[in-house]
């Protein structure tokens, strides 16, 4: 199975900062990669996908880059709604896996 | 506008089957172009993906290796949905249970799950 590790697990700014959470894979996937939010009590909601391309409807503070085994997600300016759970997933290969989860706090 | 509606029961005792179902609108079971999966979260597991089945001229299924000896998912083509079932159940099995679709990428499989529905909180417990 492919390990996908993030960091940090949990992180604390404020509304206007910069953040950014990295995710690792035990080997290469080829940028088959996405990103998810997740609020409490609510299902994940689909970000990013193939590492770089914004979901349908997402805002364009929310930006994805990487490569190979190494790939980040980015928020440009965090706003009051983005204080959430934030999970990265492979589905280059079956079983398909998911990150620890990153966990963003108001500062 | 594509959605999936869970349903099921929020407590199973031990030892017995785990059973859901996933209602799907707006898409197909048969799609020839997407998945239909099940995926728990639990706080000692985190996401766990468990398995999914799809239809490319005949059905398929792939189920993770921990539960493999367990689970079954079935579509049902006539009510448009799909189920999970989870035999022989433990504490362990306690999560909140989703179901997702995938769809596929051009020229790359299967993508991202871009479709969940509202979960299910599933207790083991006598």
């Known amino acids: 199975d492919i390990q996908m590790t993030q960091s940090p697990s949990s992180l604390s700014a404020s509304v206007g900062d910069r953040v950014t959470i990295t995710c690792r894979a035990s080997?290469?996937?080829?940028?088959?990669l996405a990103w998810y939010q997740q609020k409490p009590g609510k299902a994940p909601k689909l970000l990013l996908y193939a590492a770089s391309r914004l979901e349908s409807g997402v805002p364009s503070r929310f930006s994805g880059s990487g490569s190979g085994t190494d790939y980040t997600l980015t928020i440009s300016s965090l706003q009051p709604e983005d204080f959430a759970t934030y999970y990265c997933?492979?589905?280059?290969?079956?079983?398909?896996?998911f990150g620890q989860g990153t966990k963003v706090e108001i500062k | 506008q594509v959605q999936l509606q869970q349903s099921g029961p929020g407590l199973v005792k031990p030892s017995q089957t785990l059973s859901l179902t996933c209602a799907i609108s707006?898409?197909?079971?048969?799609?020839?172009?997407?998945?239909w999966n099940w995926i728990r979260q639990s706080p000692s597991r985190g996401l766990e993906w468990l398995g999914r089945?799809?239809?490319?001229?005949?059905?398929?299924?792939d189920y993770a290796v921990s539960v493999k000896s367990r689970i079954t998912i079935n579509p049902d083509t006539s009510k448009n949905q799909f189920s999970l079932q989870l035999n022989s159940v433990t504490p362990e099995d306690t999560a909140v249970y989703y179901c997702?679709?995938?769809?596929?990428?051009?020229?790359?499989?299967?993508?991202?799950?871009?479709?969940w529905g509202q979960g299910t909180m599933v207790t083991v417990s006598s």
């Open positions: 707006g898409d197909s079971v048969s799609s020839n172009s997407a998945a």
């Open positions: 997702a679709r995938q769809q596929d990428q051009q020229l790359s499989g299967l993508g991202a799950f871009d479709i």
């Open positions: 080997q290469g996937i080829s940028n088959s």
């Open positions: 089945t799809y239809y490319r001229s005949k059905w398929y299924n």
């Open positions: 997933q492979q589905y280059y290969s079956t079983p398909q896996t």
